[in-house]
C-alpha cells in the first residue's frame, strides 16, 4: 500500500500518520520527492481501514499495491535511486563503464588491464576472483589473493574495484571491495541476499540464467528488505532456444525494469552474447536504449585468458567501444 501525502502537508500531522502506521505492525517508508511524497507500507495492511487513512488531512490518497515487490518498487519511491560506489554515481542520469577481466589472474595481467580501461575511459574495474565455473576442472580463480590484487589496481588507478561472491563465510574479505557481485548463479541464493542485506555495500546484483524480471525484482527485494538499497540490477543474457550465442540479450529490461523499479540497470553484452565482435553493437544498443551503466570484459590478451577469452574484447576494441558509447550516450532514451 502506498499512501501519497498533500501538498505541503503538515510535519507533526505526518509524523503522528507515521507512528500510528507502525502501531498497526506496518514499516512505513517515506519517501520524500520533488513532486511526491510517498509513504510505501511495508507488512500485512489486509486488517487496515484504508477509508479511515484516506479521511486524514494530510493524506491525498490511498492505493493497494499489486506487485509482491515493494521497497524495489518504483510506486513507492518514484525518484531513480543513484547508487554511489565509492564516489563514482550509477543511476539518475548517471552513466558508468566497469571494464576489466572476467578472472583476476596476475598482477602484471590485471595493471595492465586496469590502466588501459582507464585511459580508454573506464570508471571502474571488473575481475573475479572467486570464479563460478561449469567444470571443476576449469581455473577457479585467485581466491583471496585476486581480491588483494583488484586492491592493488585501484590504489594504482583509482578505479573503485567490482568483484564476485560466491559464499556468505567470504563477506569478511570483500571488506574493502567497493561493489559486491551477486553472480547470475547466485541470484536466488537468498541466504546470501539476506546478508547482503546487512551490508551497505553497492550490490550489483546479475538476473539468473533462466530467471523472469519478477524474480530478479525479488532478490532485489530481499536485499532491501536488509536495509540494502544500494542495488545495481544487470541483465547478463538468459538461456533461451537460441545456441548460435552463449545468451541472448534481453535489452527490454532496460526500459521495463526502469518502469518498475528506481534501481539503476546495468547491461553486460559480454556474458549476453558470448562472442567479442557481438559485444561492441550490444554495448551500443545497451547505451542508447538507456541503460546506466554497463560491465565489459576486457583482456590484454583474449586467445590465452584463463576464462571467457572468447568474449573478452582486446585492449584497442575496448578503446574504440568506448569512443562509439561516449557518442551514444548524449542520446539515450530517457524513458520512465
Ligand atoms: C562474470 O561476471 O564473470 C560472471 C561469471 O558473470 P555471470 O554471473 O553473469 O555469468
Ligand atoms: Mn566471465
Redesign the pocket.
Known amino acids: 500500500m502506498i499512501i501519497i501525502v498533500k501538498n505541503h502537508a503538515d510535519k507533526g500531522q505526518l509524523d503522528t500518520l507515521l507512528q500510528w502506521l507502525k502501531g498497526q505492525g506496518i514499516q512505513p517508508n517515506l519517501s520524500v520527492g520533488t513532486q511526491q511524497t510517498i509513504v510505501g507500507c511495508i507488512g500485512d495492511v489486509s486488517h487496515v481501514d484504508i477509508d479511515l487513512i484516506r479521511a486524514l488531512d494530510v493524506v491525498e490518497s490511498v492505493q493497494r499495491i499489486q506487485e509482491p515487490y515493494k521497497n524495489v518498487n518504483r510506486k513507492f519511491h518514484p525518484a531513480d535511486t543513484v547508487v554511489d560506489c565509492s564516489g563514482v554515481k550509477v543511476g539518475g542520469g548517471a552513466f558508468q563503464v566497469m571494464a576489466g577481466p572476467?578472472?583476476v589472474e596476475d598482477e602484471e595481467q590485471l595493471l595492465t588491464i586496469a590502466r588501459a580501461v582507464k585511459a580508454a575511459g573506464a570508471t571502474m574495474l571488473?575481475g573475479?576472483a572467486f570464479?563460478?565455473r561449469t567444470s571443476p576442472y576449469s581455473f577457479q580463480g585467485l581466491g583471496a589473493e585476486g581480491i588483494k590484487l583488484l586492491l592493488k589496481a585501484r590504489q594504482e588507478t583509482g578505479l573503485p574495484i567490482v568483484t564476485?561472491i560466491m559464499n556468505v563465510q567470504h563477506l569478511p574479505l570483500f571488506e574493502d571491495v567497493d561493489v559486491i557481485?551477486v553472480?547470475?548463479?547466485?541470484m536466488q541464493n537468498f541466504e546470501l541476499l539476506k546478508e547482503l542485506g546487512h551490508s551497505r555495500k553497492p550490490i550489483l546484483l546479475?538476473r539468473g540464467l533462466a530467471n523472469t524480471l519478477q524474480e530478479l525484482l525479488m532478490s532485489a527485494e530481499y536485499i532491501m528488505a536488509g536495509g540494502n538499497s544500494n542495488i545495481m540490477l544487470?541483465e547478463?543474457?538468459i538461456r533461451t532456444f537460441e545456441t548460435s550465442t552463449r545468451n541472448t540479450l534481453d535489452l527490454n529490461v532496460v526500459p521495463l525494469l526502469h518502469r518498475l523499479s528506481h534501481l539503476p540497470v546495468v547491461i553486460?553484452p559480454?556474458?549476453a552474447t558470448g562472442h567479442a565482435w557481438l559485444v561492441p553493437p550490444c554495448a551500443a544498443a545497451a547505451t542508447a536504449i538507456g541503460a546506466d551503466a554497463l560491465?565489459i570484459?576486457v583482456h590484454n590478451d583474449p586467445p590465452h585468458a584463463m576464462?571467457?577469452g572468447v568474449q573478452s574484447l582486446t585492449l584497442a576494441q575496448f578503446a574504440t567501444t568506448m569512443a562509439h558509447v561516449r557518442q551514444l550516450r548524449p542520446l539515450a532514451c530517457h524513458d520512465r
Open positions: 572476467c578472472a571488473r573475479g570464479k563460478p564476485e557481485q553472480g547470475a548463479r547466485n546479475k544487470c547478463r543474457g553486460d559480454s556474458h560491465i570484459e576464462s571467457d
